[in-house]
């Protein structure tokens, strides 16, 4: 939060008070303009972003599945911006994407991790590998976009555009053929096991 700027409440009465208030709307903007972004890669009409349905805190939480206002201070400045400070509140956003666009609850965490992994190239939570494995080998030979230092810009978007949108084709597919999503984790699984005994 340093180097925030903050307007100064002086409060009256019983016991006085000087009140800091942070001036949040540059990252509330910073936020919209991401979802913005998500939703013209995804050629999708998500609509104005819904803070209140995702939810935001100080600190993201420790499911990605909220946004954090640290994230969004970051990203309201100017490059250079972290990976992840990216991969997070896309994560959480691409959650809310899924669930708008109606995808199941199997297959949309599924989804926001692979949209936060095809973008940043970093997985979000452990958990997640799965997702970003099965999703990578999808896109594959395109892989990952290359990220540079500007969560903003034009070019990174304009590269991910067609795998987020096969990504979304790909997990829509999945919520009609549960057996098929079933069948990759369990190839997912054995190939973990194979990788780690050295079979």
Same mark, same amino acid.
């Given at each position: 939060m340093a180097g925030l700027p903050c307007r100064i409440a002086l409060r009256d009465g019983l016991?006085? /008070?000087?009140?800091?208030?942070?001036?949040?709307?540059?990252?509330? /903007? #910073?936020?919209?303009?991401l979802w913005n972004l998500l939703a013209v890669a995804l050629a999708a009409p998500l609509g104005t972003l819904p803070l209140a349905g995702i939810g935001i805190a100080l600190l993201p939480d420790a499911?990605?599945?909220?946004?954090?206002?640290?994230? #969004?201070? #970051?990203?309201a400045?100017?490059?250079?911006?972290?990976? /992840?400070?990216?991969?997070?509140?896309?994560?959480?956003?691409?959650?809310?994407?899924?669930?708008?666009l109606e995808l199941g609850e199997d297959t949309a965490p599924a989804f926001a991790a692979a949209v936060a992994h095809a973008v940043t190239g970093l997985v979000a939570l452990p958990a997640d590998q799965e997702a970003c494995d099965i999703a990578a080998a999808l896109i594959s030979p395109a892989g990952v976009a290359d990220f540079g230092d500007d #969560?903003?810009?034009?070019? *990174?978007?304009?590269a991910v555009a067609p795998?987020?949108?096969?990504? *979304? /084709?790909?997990?829509?597919?999945?919520?009609h053929h549960p057996e098929r999503l079933a069948a990759l984790r369990r190839?997912?699984?054995?190939?973990?096991?194979?990788?780690?005994?050295?079979?």
């Open positions: 016991r006085p /008070e000087i009140v800091l208030v942070p001036e949040m709307r540059p990252a509330r /903007e #910073a936020m919209q303009r499911g990605l599945d909220r946004l954090g206002w640290v994230d #969004a201070i #970051a990203l400045k100017p490059p250079p911006h972290m990976p /992840e400070q990216l991969c997070r509140p896309l994560r959480a956003m691409a959650l809310q994407a899924a669930r708008t #969560a903003f810009d034009p070019a *990174l978007w304009s795998q987020l949108r096969r990504l *979304l /084709e790909f997990h829509q597919d999945l919520d190839a997912w699984r054995q190939g973990v096991a194979l990788e780690l005994t050295g079979d």
